[in-house]
C-alpha cells in the first residue's frame, strides 16, 4: 500500500515538473499495477489535451520500396531475407498515392523505405519536387534511413519538411546486438544531429521489447529525447519477422509501450507522437488505447494494396488488404471511439 502511495506520488511529479530522477523512472518503468497505469495516462492525455486538444493528425504512409542494403537483425525487409518479393514504386505511382491520399483530407505524406540506393539523391529530389509543386500545402515527411549531410540539406533545400529516423536505442552495446557491425551507433545519432542542425522537424523513436533491451536501456532512451528535443517519437512493440535472426524472440508487451508513450508525453509534453500499427498488430484496438495513453497521431498506409504485403517488417503486420479509402474511414471510427477527431491538417509541431 505504502509502496502503490508512492508510485502516485511519482506521476503527479511527473506531470507536475515533466521529469524525474532515474532511479524513479525505473520505478514506474517496473511498475505493473493497474491504477498506477490508469492515472499514468490520464495525466498524459491531459497534457495532450492542453497543446493539442483532441484533434489526432493524420500523416498517409508511402512505403514506396522495399529494398534494402541493411540488416538489422530484426527487420523483415532486411537484405539477407531471400524469401521477400522485392518492389518499388514508380514516381507515378508515388504521386499518384498522394492524390488520393490528398482527396481524403491527408496533409502530411510519409515516404518511407529501406535503405534503397536506387533511390539516390537525382531521383528523390525528383520526387520531392514534384510532391512539393502538386501539394503545396501539405508536409513531406522522409524516412529513407541513413544519409550523409549533403543529400539531407538537398532534400530539405528541395522542400522536405520533417524526417523519421529511429535511434533503435540509446545504447551502444544494445545497438550492437540488434545491428550487424557493418552498421555504426555514431553514425545513426550523427544522422539525427544533422537533420536537427539543418532545420527538419525531426522524429527519433525506438522498439519496446526489443531483444536484449533492459529498463536501463529504456532510461537512456529517454534521456536522449530530452536532449534531442525532438518534434516527433515514434515508438511500438518489437514484433518478431519470420526468416530473421529474432524470428524466435518473445515479442514486446502492449501494456509496456502504452507506459512509455505516457512517461513520454509527460516528458515531453509538446512531442507529435504516434500510436503505430505495431501497437494495432499485437492488439486489436492497440491504436486507440495509445490514444488513450497520450498519442495524438496515427499514420494509416497508402501504399497500393498489390505491394502492402511485401512490406512486412513483421509477422502479421495489420492493414494490408484495406484500401487507402477504408483504412480512412476505420481510423475515423477507431478515434471517434475514443473522444478524439481525425483534423485535415498538416499537424506541425506546435512549439
Ligand atoms: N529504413 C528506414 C530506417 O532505417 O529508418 C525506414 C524503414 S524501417 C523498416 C522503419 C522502422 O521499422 C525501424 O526504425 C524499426 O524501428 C521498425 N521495425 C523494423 N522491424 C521491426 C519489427 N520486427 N518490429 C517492430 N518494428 C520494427
Ligand atoms: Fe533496412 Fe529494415 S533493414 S528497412
Do not use: W
Request: contains cysteine; negative net charge.
Amino acid at each position: 500500500m505504502q509502496q502503490e502511495n508512492n508510485m502516485h506520488e511519482l506521476v503527479e511529479r511527473l506531470s507536475r515538473s515533466h521529469n524525474l530522477t532515474d532511479e524513479e523512472l525505473l520505478c514506474l518503468l517496473a511498475c505493473r499495477e493497474e491504477t498506477v497505469l490508469l492515472e499514468l495516462q490520464r495525466a498524459a492525455r491531459k497534457v495532450r489535451e492542453t497543446v493539442y486538444g483532441r484533434d489526432i493528425y493524420l500523416r498517409g504512409l508511402i512505403e514506396f520500396t522495399n529494398y534494402c542494403r541493411n540488416d538489422c537483425y530484426y527487420c523483415g525487409i532486411r537484405a539477407g531475407n531471400h524469401h521477400v518479393r522485392r518492389y518499388r514504386l514508380s514516381e507515378d505511382e508515388i504521386l499518384s498515392c498522394c492524390r488520393s491520399g490528398y482527396d481524403l483530407g491527408f496533409r502530411t505524406f510519409v515516404l518511407q523505405g529501406g535503405e534503397d540506393p536506387y533511390f539516390d539523391d537525382q531521383r528523390m529530389l525528383r520526387i520531392i519536387e514534384r510532391i512539393r509543386t502538386e501539394f503545396s500545402d501539405c508536409a513531406i515527411t522522409l524516412s529513407l534511413g541513413e544519409r550523409e549531410y549533403e543529400s539531407y540539406r538537398r532534400f530539405f533545400d528541395a522542400g522536405a519538411d520533417r524526417y523519421l529516423l529511429r535511434h533503435e536505442t540509446a545504447s551502444r552495446a544494445h545497438y550492437e546486438k540488434l545491428h550487424p557491425a557493418s552498421m555504426s551507433f555514431d553514425h545513426r545519432m550523427q544522422c539525427l544531429s544533422d537533420l536537427k542542425e539543418i532545420g527538419y522537424q525531426v522524429g527519433c523513436g525506438f522498439m519496446v521489447g526489443s531483444p536484449y533491451q533492459t529498463n536501463e536501456d529504456l532510461i537512456r532512451d529517454l534521456r536522449f529525447i530530452q536532449k534531442l528535443q525532438p518534434h516527433m517519437v515514434g515508438i511500438g512493440p518489437f514484433i518478431k519477422a519470420k526468416n530473421t535472426p529474432f524470428e524466435n524472440q518473445p515479442s514486446g508487451r502492449v501494456e509496456k509501450t502504452l507506459l512509455l508513450l505516457s512517461i513520454i508525453r509527460l516528458l515531453h509534453p509538446h512531442v507529435l507522437l504516434p500510436a503505430t500499427t505495431a501497437l494495432g498488430t499485437l492488439d486489436p484496438a492497440g491504436r486507440e488505447k495509445g490514444i488513450m495513453a497520450g498519442a495524438n497521431v496515427v499514420m494509416p498506409n497508402l501504399s497500393p494494396t498489390t505491394v502492402r504485403k511485401d512490406y512486412m517488417l513483421y509477422d502479421d503486420k495489420i492493414c494490408t488488404e484495406d484500401s487507402a479509402v477504408q483504412c480512412r474511414s476505420c481510423m475515423e471510427t477507431r478515434m471517434e471511439l475514443v473522444g478524439c477527431r481525425i483534423v485535415t491538417d498538416r499537424g506541425d509541431y506546435i512549439g
